[in-house]
């Protein structure tokens, strides 16, 4: 499980628009080994680089990436 609490849709988003990952990845300014550790949130990518994706996917920023908090157990009062 990530610890960063982020996940995505990006292996979907792109195999709807029949995208390679290099394709991607050529788009987008990084390697294809970027692409696999993104889409395996195995890596939460930059800012930039996000905004990258979803603006070549052609979508908003939070339908290709998700956050979900840590959720913080409280003790009893």
């Given amino acids: 499980m990530s610890s960063t609490h982020i996940t995505n849709t990006l292996r979907d988003l792109r195999a709807a628009r029949s ?6 990845a050529d788009l987008i300014g990084v390697t294809r ?3 696999i550790a993104i889409e395996g949130d195995k890596y939460s990518p930059s800012l ?3 905004f990258r994706i979803a ?4 979508v908003p920023l939070d339908q290709v990436f998700q956050y979900d908090p840590p959720r913080v157990r409280r003790k009893p009062a």
């Fill in 19 to 24: 995208m390679t990952q290099q394709d991607l």
């Fill in 33 to 35: 080994q970027t692409v």
């Fill in 48 to 50: 930039e680089t996000a």
């Fill in 55 to 58: 603006h070549v996917l052609s």
